[in-house]
């Protein structure tokens, strides 16, 4: 079973610091997501990436950046976190791209930016 | 643009109650479809997905949906619901390389 872990349930930062959400997963997958989810909206897509070392914006990726060195591991930077990016994050990884095969995701960041 | 509508954010029904959560989509080539449940404090999980090899999909703890094109529709049902069906739900479509997911429908059930 695939198995998508993020390091943090819940993290507490302070305006303007840099942030790094990290994420694994175990099953050899290419393609890694980060969502994030807010009440009333659902998921919306932060970025995404193919292969390693490769990343492509979603529909919201201001304020952030993502780092991908290795295939397993995908992280999300707050380069200067601010109180609007106060949410839930998601991580995701799939076999086949967006659309063709089902995301598997991992439990969740929730991050207050205080 | 594929976009997705889930009509009710909130919906509770008695144990052994039909559910019945919402989905119409837009799209204009047919979508793969899908639809996740999250429980409290965990992430998404795959309920069931169409991918057009038959209207009517069944998928885990009960669930099934109907893809009907021409209402553009994808109805998640479940014929007498659990105490353990209580959740989020959210459908998805996604013509290629593009998902999208609705805003969720949170599912209660009363004893």
């Known amino acids: 079973d695939v198995k998508v872990t993020q390091s943090s349930r819940y993290l507490v930062k302070r305006t303007g610091e840099k942030v790094f959400l990290e994420c694994v997963q175990d099953m050899d997958h290419e393609n890694m997501f980060w969502y994030r989810q807010d009440p009333g909206l659902g998921l919306r897509l932060i970025y995404f990436?193919?292969?390693?070392?490769?990343?492509e914006k979603g529909d919201i990726p201001e304020g952030y950046s993502v780092s991908r060195e290795k295939k397993e591991r995908f992280s999300l930077i707050l380069e200067s976190a601010s109180t609007n990016q106060t949410s839930m994050y998601l991580c995701?990884?799939?076999?086949?791209?967006?659309?063709?095969?089902?995301?598997?995701f991992g439990n969740g960041t929730r991050l207050t930016v205080t | 643009a594929q976009s997705v509508t889930q009509l009710g954010s909130h919906v509770s029904v008695s144990e052994g109650a039909l559910v019945l959560l919402r989905c119409n989509y837009s799209s204009s080539v047919p979508p793969y479809l899908f639809w996740y449940v999250q429980y409290p404090n965990q992430g998404l999980q795959l309920l069931l997905k169409y991918t057009s090899a038959a209207t009517l999909v069944k998928g885990i703890n009960g669930f099934e949906a109907e893809f009907k094109k021409s209402e553009t529709s994808f109805h998640l049902t479940k014929p007498s619901a659990h105490m353990s069906d209580a959740a989020e739900y959210f459908c998805?479509?996604?013509?290629?390389?593009?998902?999208?997911f609705g805003a969720g429908t949170r599912l209660t059930v009363k004893p």
């Open positions: 998805a479509v996604s013509p290629d390389n593009d998902m999208r």
């Open positions: 995701a990884s799939s076999l086949e791209r967006v659309g063709r095969s089902p995301l598997h």
């Open positions: 990436s193919y292969d390693v070392k490769m990343k």
